[in-house]
């Protein structure tokens, strides 16, 4: 007999037939991607959602038929739902041995229950989730549920047709009507597994939506499934006039449900938009053309910070070259949001902030020069994260109001020599850190941020995050004008975040004073912006 035959047959057999695993929080709504903890993880009736594990499925992503009767089993793969000792199969759209998209039919009950994958005979561990009426995700354009969505200009309610897609050259304008495409509007009244009907299904009276454009309320007029696919829906809005960017955030709120954020491009145009922190219309236009853009920034950041009764101060430069192609730059969430407006992303304990990789790395030199009116420094290249420079300064490198701060490189394979100058700018103070310190964040409240000092033509970053007691939450980012001293941070960013955990690093608020960008060119780069921050950072809890 052929030990070693048989052998290899029962290690082949044995990893056919490996039994699937659900991933701890590995539920998530398929637009969002909310993480397990956050106010707005929930599953919606009648949602697209996705499950990620191990063996869940085939190695290559398998879809199902495009055709109706929508399916319940692709590839030997099935989901089952089990609500109260009621079980319900869900309804496929693909599957693969790390993910599965699947419809959660709108007959399962609200409340507890679990998920498990059955493939080719073997189930998987019962995996929790929560079903509720309703829970938001919008669509992305990257599918992780941050920077530029799926938003598109003039579709009729429940049409199946989606019409063309606002991007930084095809901007909207005041008074069009938009359409972002979600999941997780709630039940509808037929059979998924079917074609939808044509007839639209205005939920808005039921749902009483309301769309923040920038921080900008507006009611929808229309908010219900789409006839395009089950599970997709519509929220159809009108721009409203005095908001303009390349990158205006887009939130939807439901009662206490707030969706996650994603951006959209507005312009009075109508085309191409203006990006206020620096790439001009003619940049823009060129990436969508088909080009590449490639980008540098350089910047100085100086903050004091404050936890468990310490403080400590940071200092440090750093340095940023990377090229982006059309596709990628379209649906990168790296861009701040428009002025005086504020995103919110999700991260979890595993992975830290979704940040996803949407460009390449440039060769910028073996290093680059800093000097300063006090001191001089070296940034030099992070290991095995090509384009990225940085430097730790002394304490007092960035403590003069007068004077300038040079960085020079000589130069890489990918980014010719440069040399960028950035005249020094005062600090900034935040006012009312100490009160926000001791007494937290009401996280259905929002919260005031005051400041004084900072470059009076540059703007303020308020940044902060909380995370839960299983370290997933979520991280915001507010601009501001420096010169209006003031910015309330609304309670629909708050109301996005976990309550902060008592037993890990629960929650932060950073408040940073941000010169004026300057520019710099060099060959190999489109465009090259260099600027210096400097503010503070305190431990806060929301509650």
Request: one cysteine or more.
């Amino acid at each position: 007999m052929n030990f070693l035959k048989y052998a290899l047959f029962w290690v082949s057999a044995a990893a056919c037939l490996a039994q699937p695993v659900i991933s701890n929080g590995g539920i998530v709504n398929a637009a969002s991607w909310a993480p397990a903890g956050l106010p707005n993880s929930s599953i919606a009736q009648g949602s697209i959602f996705i499950i990620a594990g191990t063996n869940l499925g085939p190695t290559t992503l398998t879809l199902a038929p495009a055709k109706f009767p929508l399916p319940t089993t692709v590839a030997n793969v099935s989901v089952n739902v089990n609500m109260a000792s009621t079980n319900t199969a869900a309804i496929l759209f693909w599957v693969r041995n790390d993910y599965i998209a699947a419809l959660l039919p709108s007959t399962v009950p609200v409340g507890t229950g679990t998920v498990t994958v059955t493939y080719n005979g073997q189930t998987s561990n019962a995996a929790p989730i929560t079903v509720v009426a309703n829970s938001i995700g919008i669509f992305a354009i990257g599918q992780n549920g941050q920077g530029p969505g799926v938003i598109t200009d003039g579709a009729k309610p429940q049409t199946s047709v989606k019409t063309e897609l606002v991007t930084q050259t095809n901007s909207a304008k005041a008074g069009d009507t938009l359409v972002a495409w979600v999941t997780g509007v709630g039940a509808v009244p037929w059979d998924e597994t079917e074609a939808p009907p044509s007839t639209p299904l205005n939920l808005q009276s039921k749902l009483n939506a309301s769309v923040y454009v920038g921080t900008t309320k507006v009611t929808p007029t229309y908010a219900g499934p789409s006839g395009c696919c089950e599970g997709e829906g519509q929220v159809q809005f009108v721009v409203p006039s005095g908001i303009s960017g390349c990158y205006v955030p887009i939130t939807i709120v439901v009662g206490s449900q707030v969706s996650n954020t994603v951006t959209t491009a507005i312009d009075a145009s109508g085309k191409t938009c203006s990006d206020q922190f620096g790439f001009s219309s003619e940049e823009l236009t060129k990436i969508q053309n088909g080009g590449t853009l490639r980008t540098g920034v350089l910047d100085l950041n100086k903050t004091q910070e404050s936890f468990a009764g310490q403080s400590i101060t940071n200092v440090s430069a750093f340095g940023t070259f990377q090229s982006y192609t059309a596709a990628n730059f379209t649906a990168s969430a790296g861009q701040f949001p428009t002025l005086n407006t504020c995103v919110v992303n999700p991260f979890t304990a595993s992975t830290g902030i979704v940040t996803p990789g949407f460009f390449t790395g440039l060769d910028a030199g073996s290093s680059i020069a800093l000097t300063g009116p006090n001191g001089d420094a070296t940034l030099t290249p992070i290991t095995d994260e090509k384009g990225f420079y940085t430097a730790d300064l002394a304490p007092t490198f960035l403590d003069a109001n007068t004077g300038s701060f040079v960085f020079s490189g000589t130069g890489g394979a990918d980014v010719g020599a440069f040399t960028a100058t950035l005249p020094a700018a005062p600090p900034l103070t935040w006012t009312n850190e100490t009160s926000i310190g001791t007494n937290g964040v009401v996280r259905s409240q929002g919260v005031q941020i005051t400041w004084s000092g900072g470059d009076p033509t540059g703007f303020v970053e308020i940044e902060g995050f909380s995370q839960s007691d299983a370290g997933n939450g979520a991280n915001f980012l507010c601009i501001a004008k420096n010169s209006l001293g003031q910015f309330t941070v609304p309670s629909w960013v708050t109301g996005s975040l976990p309550a902060s955990s008592t037993s890990v690093s629960g929650g932060q608020i950073t408040v940073l004073g941000t010169s004026k960008f300057a520019s710099f060119t060099a060959t190999g780069i489109d465009a090259g912006f260099v600027f210096e921050s400097s503010g503070a950072s305190s431990a806060v809890t929301f509650q």
